[in-house]
Each structure stands twice: as C-alpha cells, then as structure tokens.
C-alpha cells in the first residue's frame, strides 16, 4: 500500500515562496499506475485541487493557480515536490499529497493520501 | 465557493441510515465518475467510494453510493460513532486534464 508523507516549512511569509515534499513510500513515483497529486484544504474546509505530475514529468495545474504553482518530481529520490510564489494569507491551508489511480478505475480517484500539513502564511 | 454542492451537516443516531447528496453539472458529474472520501481530523483522507459506486478493499459494505445524471448520493447504514466526519464528493471538471473538483464537505453528526 502506498504510503504519503508531507513536509516543509509550516509557516511563509506573505509574497514568499511555499515549498512542500512528498516522500512515497510503499509505491515508485517511476509507476505509471498513478499521477501525482497536490490538494488543499482552507480553513472553512473547503477543498480544491492544485495539481498533479506524470512519473514522465508531464503536469497538469488548477487553472486559477497555474501562474505560480509549479510541481516536480523527483524519481531517484522517491519524491515530488510543489512550489507556490507569491503566497498571501488566502494559501493557508492543510496541503495534502495524494496518489491518483491510474489503474483498474475509469474515474481516477484520489487513491491514497498523506496525513497534510498546515502552512500559514503571515509575517 | 466549491464546484459541487453538498449539504453542510446531516445529522442521525447511531444504526440508523444517512444519505450525503453532491449535486454538480454536466461537465463535472454528467460526464465522470465520482468518488467520496472521509476525513477525519489529525489522519490521511480516506478513498470511500470510486467509479461511483465502487468499495476500496476494506471499505466496509455499510457505505454505499449512486450517481444518476449531474448529482451522486452517498448513503452509509448501521451508523457507528466512529462514521462521525467529514465527507466529501469528487470528481474530474470535464476531462483529467482540466482538473479535479470537490464539494464543500458535509459534516456527519451521529447523535
């Protein structure tokens, strides 16, 4: 079973840049099986999907976060990786990593995913 | 302001029955499939349902779901007060590539 685990920084200062890891354990991020995925949760609990990453590198982003989002994947380390520039107080939430199937499913699910981690942002 | 519409609270005593409803569009639920996941506080979310009607291994049968035109139904029976959670339906806005959305979670309440 595929395991995620968040990490980075908990708190940003506005108009900086968040940097988050996933770590995979329990799965290869060189597998097609699965897309690559970044979600965030807001305070009010809302969630909203930010993007996801191919195991050939090919991304896909939420439209109204493409111009500063940018995610990465790292084979050799087992990891990928999510960037977002500019960040104001309206990016706290809980960032989630989350597998998405590409396996046995015709809808592509949200298979697996890591505990989160709250960023806040404010100086 | 989320894609999908669901109620914001449902409420039912325990070994009764809840349904949670998702209500969306046709480039959203009329034209994919959809899933529901149940967070809970301080653990990973949960894959509850796929392909709108499918149980994950270990998922157990008390949860069940239905999609008929735009909107889906998730009901779970035999409520425990372990079900009490946060649970939120998803799926894909016209194709994979232009992204996933969710509803605004609805909290079930078992009294």
């Known amino acids: 079973q595929v395991q995620l685990q968040e990490s980075g920084p908990g708190l940003v200062a506005p108009s900086q840049t968040l940097s988050l890891t996933c770590t995979v354990s329990g799965g290869s991020t060189s597998s097609s099986n699965y897309f690559w995925s970044w979600i965030r949760q807001y305070p009010g609990k809302g969630l909203e999907w930010i993007a996801y990453?191919?195991?050939?590198?090919?991304?896909y982003y939420n439209p109204s976060l493409r111009s500063r989002v940018t995610i990465s994947i790292d084979t050799s380390k087992n990891q990928f990786s999510l960037r977002v520039s500019s960040v104001t107080a309206a990016d706290t939430a809980v960032y989630y990593c989350?597998?998405?199937?590409?396996?046995?499913?015709?809808?592509?699910?949200?298979?697996?995913w890591g505990q989160g981690t709250l960023v806040t942002v404010s100086s | 302001q989320s894609v999908l519409t669901q109620p914001p609270s449902v409420s039912a005593a325990p070994g009764q029955k809840v349904t949670i409803s998702c209500s969306g569009s046709s480039s959203n639920i009329g034209n994919n499939y959809v899933s529901w996941y149940q967070l809970l506080p301080g653990t990973a979310p949960k894959l509850l349902i796929y392909d709108n009607n499918k149980r994950p291994s270990g998922i157990p049968d008390r949860f069940s779901a239905s999609k008929s035109g735009t909107s889906a139904t998730l009901a779970i029976t035999g409520l425990q007060t372990g079900d009490e959670a946060d649970y939120y339906c998803g799926t894909w806005d016209s194709s994979l590539s232009a992204g996933g959305v969710f509803g605004g979670g609805t909290k079930l309440t078992v009294l």
């Open positions: 990453i191919y195991y050939n590198g090919n991304t």
């Open positions: 989350a597998t998405v199937r590409n396996y046995d499913s015709s809808g592509y699910p949200f298979d697996y």
